[in-house]
């Protein structure tokens, strides 16, 4: 099998955060390969008196045994490496290689996989450490081919129209962020190829659902006055690749080129501007969106992607968590500071989203982690610059699970939008639970005693409305005079920026008045949220002043209602007597008698609606 084929299956970005290995005897270390599937730990024996970290280290390098090699397994450090200097600190592991690391050719993925299998190994012993990789004390990454200077050049039109209402958020106003959903299919020399493969089925793959979560991000930020980025296409309807696949399974550097970036951007590593043919192409892909955020010029780059273990992991010792990523490298330097700021706002707003919202109070926080150079999504952008890893697609009991949730989507996407808020200084112009009032048809008047089909049409601005969530419309109070049950219920699933309409019948009162009906959006048992929906509706024809039994005149009947009720100057009527209260001083005396005598017209006779003023 060529390194090249090999290398389909480790084009993951930097997995993040400690779990305990394999379980192995007393004495042994699980060391990190590689297959297509991902990466595979096996054990190594740890020989008496040795350093169990350098040892280690040593077995990654030294590669699988003929066995392991004839089952699939490989390395992405070539076979002869050897460790010159392992450094070990509250921060950093830090590893010096020889030029034996380089032997057979360093770009950006496999710099990706290697980073990844070193990082996993010494997470097995219990290092949670950021990993800082040399070769002969210069930097891993320093030699990579050159990295484009890309200045930034004019604007591009968008593919499509994602948001096609009217924004009426303005807190990110003037703010430009480029969005970079991880992988998609990218062409490996001689066929194309996921950079990840389909774990905990049906889950989809990595490559696509990046994709599913970064559309709400895309929303909510575009709905708060933002200009967006976009390095992968993000609206599944679009339409088909060359290839005959959706555009939005394509990587990168394919729906860079489709919008019309340089050729500089698309295809910066392999410098062949006819993408789908030649060598490999994984290079171009990570390489360009991080390039086109020079292009852009964006004030914040954000990269999307899921961790990856050893594929499909079950029961409860499997990873768990979130962590986000920013470097510090001297490339990056000038930078490190606002990526680092943007990557702990970010992160610690996801994990509480989980915590508060999603109710998963057990949810790792992985924490910030320094890539060091690792990952050209953080490394390439002059600008601050963040990976996120969300959760383990691996891990099939729990993190996929939720993975393939559009609540949880919503809910977590919701949390980065929070965290990009909060690094720019201003507050989200839309909550968690959101709505925006669109219209209604609730008549003005009702006659006493009929049903009226009527709706209520509504834009959410928050998470995912779903009635699974118990996410539905109310009746604050819940004695609406219209509505016994107070209840109207979302059909299906309504994203962010899109409107939903109740359609409820409401009955008006057998006893003609002006009567308040109120209506507000709910999660039940947790909070209500957004505007109000109030309407005062009349049930019955105008009424006529003193027509105290509702039959259209004011006679006699009418008064022996009132003398019933009279309280004299300064009582207090209650009950039904409330509307003998003519002048609405709170009494029924002389003052109401005058007004009633100025309103009779009879027996039979329709009395003044405007009389009595």
């Keep these: 099998m060529s390194t090249l084929r090999r290398l389909r299956g480790i084009l993951a970005i930097l997995a993040c955060g400690f779990v305990a290995p394999p379980a192995v005897e007393a004495g042994a270390v699980g060391v990190f390969l590689r297959q297509d599937d991902g990466l595979r730990a096996v054990e190594r024996t740890v020989p008496d008196g040795s350093d169990p970290v350098e040892f280690a280290l040593a077995a990654l390098a030294a590669g699988p045994s003929d066995n392991e090699r004839a089952e699939g397994l490989f390395s992405a450090l070539p076979t002869g490496t050897a460790i010159g200097s392992v450094r070990v600190d509250d921060q950093t592991v830090a590893i010096d290689f020889s030029a034996d690391l380089l032997a057979?050719?360093?770009?950006?993925?496999?710099?990706?996989a290697i980073f990844e299998q070193v990082r996993w190994t010494l997470r097995s012993l219990g290092l949670d450490q950021a990993v800082s990789l040399t070769v002969l004390d210069?930097?891993?990454?320093?030699y990579l081919p050159?990295?484009?200077?890309?200045?930034?050049g004019p604007a591009l039109p968008r593919a499509y129209e994602a948001l096609p209402i009217e924004t009426t958020g303005t807190a990110l106003a003037g703010k430009k962020v480029s969005l970079s959903p991880g992988h998609g299919l990218f062409w490996l020399g001689s066929y194309w190829a996921y950079a990840r493969p389909e774990t905990c089925s049906p889950l989809s793959r990595e490559d696509l659902h990046n994709t599913d979560l970064m559309q709400y991000l895309e929303v909510y930020l575009l709905q708060d006055g933002a200009t967006i980025k976009d390095y992968r296409c993000l609206d599944k309807n679009y339409g088909n690749h060359s290839t005959g696949n959706p555009w939005w399974y394509m990587s990168g550097s394919y729906w860079i080129q489709h919008r019309g970036y340089p050729c500089s951007i698309y295809a910066s590593s392999t410098g062949d501007c006819t993408l789908g043919s030649g060598s490999s192409e994984s290079s171009d892909s990570i390489r360009s969106r991080p390039l086109a955020s020079n292009y852009d010029d964006t004030h914040a780059h954000i990269s999307m992607h899921t961790n990856g273990y050893q594929g499909n992991c079950y029961g409860s010792t499997c990873p768990n968590g979130t962590c986000t990523y920013y470097d510090s490298s001297s490339t990056h330097a000038a930078w490190a500071t606002v990526s680092y700021n943007l990557a702990k706002a970010v992160n610690d707003n996801i994990v509480d989203v989980i915590r508060t919202h999603y109710g998963e109070t057990t949810w790792r926080n992985r924490s910030v982690l320094d890539s060091n150079g690792g990952t050209a999504e953080t490394r390439i952008p002059q600008r601050a610059a963040i990976l996120i890893e969300?959760?383990?697609h691996d891990s099939c009991d729990r993190d996929a699970l939720y993975l393939r949730d559009n609540f949880f989507r919503s809910a977590t996407m919701w949390g980065v939008y929070k965290g990009i808020c909060d690094y720019f200084g201003v507050a989200p112009t839309y909550g968690f639970y959101a709505s925006e009032y669109v219209s209604d048809t609730i008549p003005a008047e009702m006659d006493p005693g009929q049903s009226y089909n009527v709706s209520i049409t509504l834009r959410n601005r928050g998470v995912l409305w779903t009635e699974e969530r118990q996410i539905r419309l109310g009746t604050p109070g819940e004695n609406d005079p219209f509505h016994q049950a107070g209840r109207a219920y979302v059909s299906g699933e309504v994203d962010t920026a899109q409107t939903c309409t109740f359609n409820l019948t409401m009955t008006a009162p057998s006893e003609p008045g002006t009567y308040a009906t109120n209506w507000q959006m709910l999660r039940e048992g947790v909070t209500w949220f957004g505007p109000?929906?109030?309407k005062q509706i009349r049930v019955g024809p105008p009424p006529v002043p003193g027509d105290f039994d509702y039959d259209r005149d004011v006679d006699l009947d009418d008064f022996g209602r009132l003398q019933a009720c009279l309280t004299g100057n300064g009582g207090t009527p209650t009950g039904g007597c409330l509307k003998m209260d003519?002048?609405?001083?709170?009494d029924v005396d002389q003052v109401d008698i005058n007004r009633f005598l100025a309103c009779v017209s009879g027996a039979g006779i329709p009395g003044n609606t405007d009389c009595g003023q």
Excluded: H, Y
Excluded at 104 to 112: K, N, S
Excluded at 146 to 152: F, G
């Design 104 to 112: 057979e050719g360093l770009d950006e993925a496999r710099l990706e």
């Design 390 to 392: 969300l959760a383990f």
């Design 582 to 586: 003519l002048d609405q001083d709170s």
């Design 146 to 152: 050159p990295v484009p200077k890309i200045a930034p």
């Design 138 to 142: 210069e930097p891993l990454w320093s």
């Design 532 to 534: 109000t929906v109030s």
